[in-house]
């Protein structure tokens, strides 16, 4: 494997997929499994670079499609890649954009519909419809910009050229996803093009990569839905090619993640990492899924949550909005050690998102990113010092069997 990345496993989990390693790039080491805290517009939502390593975050991962639109690629190429212009110096992945190519333009039909006179930086006339915003074909997707309408097209090849000006040091290859309402036939469709996109996406970043300082590794995106043997017939495709890592893409609904990982990840070369893009609902995916052999993992869900005043305890989920919570003085959690459960109470965060002040979304970030890393972090200890089904089985029986009590 190229000198710029390299995956080793420390410790295997037997009867299972699991794994403990270390992936190194030139921006240190992430430890595996390992939660990837989302940067989406090149920031974590409220939290300042010494508070996402306070949340003990290892990397960062943030989104083509919003740095292509805003603040545009030429800005982080004059500031010498995303690391430099966030400040940010330890390790950073970046996704394709395919996903917001997909999720803001074809599947869910919403956004922005534009007359043809409006095209390229004239958004007065823009409207917002429920019509169609991307296109895609064998070649690439024609897509229109959320924030103003300007029509982009992007191809395998352009994704590439994006995220090496973007200069993560792990990056996606381009895929198609498909809507969970695809027809079978679609998402062979679109598996086929994600495997014809696959080889281009490498071809075009080998290139980059000879004439790049710094040099990027690039991970092979799975596909293939919920079905079988459409996820056997991808996982074995992507093996074929020399990849640096896989990402495994497009579960959407909790009780696949077993069936389709299981499928996956017995094909794919246990030798090199494999990222969840984009997991789901709750702490129990981060079971099944280290279970499963994923090693990273990426999530918005943390900080959206915790925005609107959903807050994780081991106990399960509260809203810190709830009046029973007015003048309870204890921590969020009294196990966690945050520096909001270290230095505030549940009163005065309460307090704080009924009065709308900005630090209440800013303390419950912190919590929720901290939270989540610890628990992959304990997770990944568990592996190593063989108690894996033991915290497990606490874990899930303390968070989910309270959980129901508030819900
Ligand atoms: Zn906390």
């Known amino acids: 494997m190229a000198n710029y990345f390299k995956f080793k496993i420390q410790q295997k989990l037997p009867r299972s997929l699991a794994r403990a390693g270390i992936i190194s790039t030139p921006n240190g080491d992430i430890e595996t499994p390992a939660f990837i805290i989302g940067g989406t517009k090149a920031t974590v939502k409220g939290l300042t670079n010494d508070q996402i390593k306070a949340s003990l975050a290892q990397a960062i991962l943030v989104n083509t499609y919003h740095l292509m639109l805003q603040p545009g690629v030429e800005v982080l190429v004059k500031s010498e890649g995303i690391n430099n212009f966030m400040g940010w110096d330890k390790p950073t992945f970046s996704d394709s954009g395919g996903f917001q190519v997909f999720s803001l333009g074809m599947a869910f039909k919403k956004g922005l519909d534009l007359t043809s006179s409006s095209i390229k930086g004239d958004p007065k006339h823009a409207r917002h419809t429920k019509s ?109 090619l020399d990849f640096d890592g896989f990402g495994i893409g497009g579960i959407f609904e909790p009780q696949e993640i077993m069936q389709v990982l299981e499928w996956t990840n017995n094909i794919l070369d246990p030798n090199r990492p494999r990222h969840l893009l984009g997991m789901g609902s709750g702490p129990i995916d981060l079971f099944l899924g280290v279970e ?44 966690c050690s945050c520096d909001c459960c270290l230095n505030y109470t549940k009163a005065y965060l309460n307090h704080l998102f009924h009065a709308h002040e900005m630090l209440g979304p800013i303390l419950g970030s912190i919590h929720n990113e901290y939270f989540v890393i610890s628990t992959v972090d304990k997770i990944r200890q568990s592996i190593l010092d063989g108690t894996f089904y033991k915290y497990k089985k606490d874990f899930i029986l303390r968070y989910y069997q309270q959980e129901i009590d508030q819900f």
């Open 292 to 335: 499963m052999g994923i090693d990273t993992f990426d999530c918005v869900a943390p900080t959206r949550q915790a925005r609107n005043g959903a807050l994780y305890t081991y106990e399960g989920r509260i809203n810190i909005k709830n009046s029973r919570f007015k003048d309870d003085f204890g921590p969020i959690d009294p196990d």
């Open 132 to 240: 169609q915003l991307a296109q895609i074909n064998d070649d690439g997707a024609t897509f229109r910009s959320h924030l103003d309408g300007t029509q982009y097209y992007i191809t395998p090849e352009i994704s590439m050229q994006l995220q090496h000006k973007i200069g993560a040091n792990i990056h996606m290859a381009f895929d198609e996803l498909t809507s969970p309402l695809a027809s079978n036939e679609y998402i062979k469709t679109a598996m086929d093009r994600t495997h014809q996109w696959a080889k281009r996406s490498l071809n075009e970043h080998k290139k980059l990569n000879l004439n790049n300082t710094k040099k990027q590794a690039l991970f092979g995106v799975v596909q293939g839905a919920r079905i079988e043997q459409y996820r056997k017939e991808s996982a074995q495709f992507l093996n074929s």
